[in-house]
């Protein structure tokens, strides 16, 4: 019997990647929240620019997800 829809492993890998990526990003906005107003300038671009990141890897790997969905029918 060929894979099953539930059965797709690079699919699971995408989506626990993507769960991975989306913790940080929420994690990284946590920490740039809480050091709003509280912190030096300088230490604060350093925690924006690693929640822009976390943002852009989360979306990143959103995207690849999808697509993996797409073009393997999963
Ligand atoms: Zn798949």
Known sequence: ???TQMDCEEKQRLLKA???ASSELSNSVTALRSHQGTTSQAEYEVL???SR???IKAE???VTFERHKQD???
């Open 72 to 74: 393997h029918n999963c």
């Open 60 to 62: 990143q790997a959103r």
């Open 18 to 20: 993507y769960d991975e």
């Open 48 to 50: 924006y620019r690693a």
């Open 53 to 55: 990141d976390a943002h």
């Open 1 to 3: 019997m060929m894979g």
